[in-house]
């Protein structure tokens, strides 16, 4: 079995968050640390938006203040994601990794597969959606639909993933929702007028899921941690040791918190 490291974070505001997550592929591009999984939660709710979304077209500047939301450019792509009570998955390895490694699709399947495994253990009859790639979204928030090769229970949404291939390596990260807060999210996204607000927000409740919502109960972050540490174990074939960021990753995070995902220059580029 291949020797990977497990991170599990303290809870951080959306940039640092973001900020781990860069630093942590950066030192795994450069071998300076294994391939890692990493678990994290979110010190306050927070949106992060796609790579290629536009900030001024899908935020609602006023509300998110009012509502004490922060708003986060990511490195991947895809829609408005609304993070706050999760389980957020990170996994950096290189492009060539036998375990992960070969196309984009050939990884986030890989990947995805060892989540669903966790997943069923917990009793969730989750799948991997096989249809066609969602076009014309409904809505900026992620969840509205699922994609290929996404994670979803009863055809609602349960697992929204994003991949970027960057420094010859793989950063794939997601959320696996524990409890959806579809009012606070939907209070912060830019629309015309509340008709239009209520619409989206009735569409993402129709096709989203949480944990919460299958199980009938809010399971704690460590009980999902650990069971999806035992299935991507499992399912990928890798030994997963518990360690801790080093201190050098964690001064290029602070480093890239300061000038990067702290920033307008960043967070309200496109």
């Not at 959306?14 to 592929?25: P, W």
């Not at 066609?132 to 949404?157: M, N, Q, Y």
């Not at 540490?229 to 890239?256: C, F, Q, R, W, Y």
Request: proline fraction near 3%.
């Amino acid at each position: 079995m291949e020797d990977w490291r497990l991170v599990i974070s303290r809870p951080e505001s959306g940039a640092m968050n973001m900020a781990i997550d860069e630093a942590i592929l950066l030192a795994v591009a450069r071998g300076t640390a294994l391939p890692t999984v990493r678990f994290y939660q979110w010190a306050e709710p927070a949106i992060t938006l796609g790579y290629f979304q536009s900030y001024k077209k899908e935020i609602d500047f006023t509300r998110t203040t009012e509502q004490g939301v922060d708003i986060i450019r990511r490195l991947s792509g895809g829609r408005a994601v609304l993070h706050h009570q999760e389980l957020t998955y990170s996994v950096a390895a290189p492009e060539n990794n036998r375990v992960v490694g070969g196309t984009v699709v050939q990884a986030y399947l890989a990947i995805s597969r060892g989540i669903v495994r966790g997943l069923r253990e917990m009793s969730i009859p989750a799948e991997i959606t096989a249809g066609k790639k969602t076009k014309g979204a409904i809505t900026a928030a992620c969840f509205d639909s699922p994609s290929r090769h996404e994670i979803t229970v009863l055809g609602k949404k349960l697992v929204g993933s994003a991949q970027i291939r960057k420094y010859n390596s793989i950063l794939q990260h997601g959320s696996v929702v524990i409890e959806n807060e579809p009012d606070l999210l939907f209070s912060c996204l830019n629309y015309d007028n509340e008709a239009a607000r209520t619409e989206g927000r009735n569409y993402f409740v129709h096709r989203s899921a949480s944990l919460a919502d299958i199980l009938g109960y809010t399971p704690e972050f460590q009980e999902v941690a650990e069971t999806l540490k035992n299935s991507l174990t499992g399912e990928l074939g890798i030994n997963l040791i518990p360690h801790g960021i080093t201190d050098v990753e964690m001064t290029e995070a602070l480093e890239l918190y300061r000038s990067k995902y702290s920033t307008d220059a960043w967070n309200k580029k496109r």
